[in-house]
């Protein structure tokens, strides 16, 4: 049933009734006459614009016209939308092969760039691997005078020194003494134990650093007994950490395949360098103290800027095909070593970016090396249970120390002096370097040991372990 104006006897476009006649009207004619009369037209009541309640209906249809009735009108009119039909089908046609077209096109396209993008990634994998990287050999060239500078300077001061012993270190027969005088256990959470990794600010040592298994950085006060930062950020355990010796900043390395650079003061993460793309092992600070050196799982070592994040070279030896398990720069910087997970120490030439030495002798993955400070040792512990010492003039094992049966080697470092080397594995042993004789065995800890480090004139010892504690041993 359609509506019909009470007015025009049409079928209203906008429908509206009236409240007061109850009658429908074409609102545009019933506003019309209010505006003149002011009242109904059915009846003469009063009424106004306001009053009028509009009709909600969908489409309403028009009746023809009497003169579209007759079969030539009807036949006209079913001919005008046979056309329209018609024309409106072409123009979808023309629209849907312009949009094949643009389609083809698009996938042509598509497929091109994918196959310059795999041309491109191969020709860049080629030349990191096959040709050395070029842009980071570059890189490295830019800075290689300040390396030998600083090489200059380092072994001049040690000449200078010559082979005295500084008059405040302590001697062998009061280092015998030392007993326990300290232990932490509330640095790392108690939910994940384990602290992995140490290090001691080498301008002052009361400053420690240590990582943990449950993912955080902490810097601890020896003096003050008081933790001064926990730097959260790795998604991993933290294995290596390394205190800077002259800028509030420390260092942190991790298997979620991160190097990161923490703000002591600020608290914050400042740094994320990613150099690998598997977890990395070791981690090694420069002596000028604006580069490190990482090594990681991927078989890579890498030479970073620590204040850009910067990778300056990435270098692997592509005979060996073996993960890096250690790093750890010679204290004159031009030089460093890396262990492997096959028994190999390879020594390299940092400038030429070259193998320039391999120590073979152990069995077993080496997991910890370092140089002593006149620049001439290196000692290595591996899963062998034992610790070789390398004379690095004559390149070749000159010493090797046996230890207990299944004794794990975690932890290798001389004092500032070079002359004690202790040890931490299975328990913590102290060597008198030259004589190579035991002087100080502690058996504290109840877990395995992961780090000991000595203090400014081997005046304290430090190390920490898998029982989640920090220990301090003096007279």
């Excluded at 209010?34 to 509009?54: C, R, T, V, Y």
């Excluded at 400042?270 to 990482?294: F, K, M, N, P, W």
């Excluded at 006149?374 to 010492?389: E, I, P, R, V, W």
């Amino acid at each position: 049933m359609s509506l019909v104006c009470a007015i025009s006897n049409e079928v209203p476009e906008h429908p509206c009734v009236s409240p007061v006649s109850n009658q429908v009207f074409e609102r545009r004619l019933i506003e019309k006459y209010i505006a003149e009369n002011g009242a109904d037209p059915i009846n003469g009541q009063p009424l106004s614009e306001e009053q009028l309640i509009d009709i909600k209906v969908s489409h309403p249809i028009r009746p023809k016209p009497p003169s579209a009735t007759s079969i030539p009108a009807i036949l006209k009119s079913l001919q005008d939308e046979w056309d329209a039909v018609m024309l409106h089908s072409f123009t979808l046609r023309q629209q849907l092969q312009t949009t094949r077209q643009e389609l083809s096109h698009a996938l042509y396209q598509h497929d091109a760039a994918c196959r310059v993008i795999a041309r491109l990634t191969k020709e860049v994998t080629a030349a990191r691997e096959g040709e050395g990287y070029i842009p980071s050999k570059c890189s490295l060239l830019t800075t290689a005078s300040s390396l030998q500078d600083k090489a200059t300077v380092l072994t001049t001061e040690r000449k200078k020194r010559g082979k005295t012993v500084p008059e405040e270190l302590v001697r062998a027969e009061d280092l015998s003494k030392y007993r326990q005088v300290a232990s932490h256990a509330g640095l790392h959470s108690a939910s994940v134990p384990g602290i992995l990794s140490l290090d001691l600010c080498p301008t002052d040592t009361n400053k420690v650093l240590t990582g943990g298994a449950d993912k955080n950085v902490v810097v601890f006060d020896r003096r003050d007994e008081q933790i001064v930062a926990t730097l959260k950020g790795h998604t991993k355990k933290v294995t290596s950490v390394i205190y800077h010796p002259s800028q509030s900043v420390v260092f942190s390395a991790s298997p979620d395949s991160t190097i990161r650079v923490w703000s002591i003061s600020g608290g914050n993460c400042v740094q994320v360098v990613r150099a690998h793309e598997a977890g990395v092992t070791g981690l090694s600070l420069h002596a000028t103290g604006d580069y490190l050196l990482s090594s990681s799982e991927d078989q890579y070592w890498a030479f970073s800027d620590i204040q850009t994040g910067r990778v300056l070279t990435k270098v692997t030896d592509e005979t060996a095909g073996c993960a890096l398990t250690c790093a750890q720069f010679h204290p004159d910087g031009l030089i460093f070593g890396t262990g492997t997970g096959d028994s190999q120490i390879k020594i390299w030439d940092l400038k030429e970016r070259t193998n320039v030495a391999n120590f073979p002798g152990h069995s077993g993955p080496v997991t910890a090396i370092a140089f002593s400070e006149n620049g001439y040792y290196l000692a290595t512990g591996a899963q062998d249970s034992s610790l070789k010492l390398w004379d690095l003039r004559k390149l070749k094992n000159f010493k090797t120390i046996t230890l207990d049966n299944n004794y794990e080697v975690k932890s290798l470092v001389f004092d500032q002096s070079g002359t004690y080397l202790a040890v931490g594995g299975s328990d913590i042993r102290v060597y008198i370097c030259k004589q190579w004789s035991e002087v100080l065995n502690f058996t504290d800890h109840t877990g395995l040991v992961t780090g000991v480090a000595f203090g400014e004139h081997a005046q304290f010892l430090s190390s920490t372990g898998m029982d989640r504690s920090l220990k301090f041993y003096s007279l």
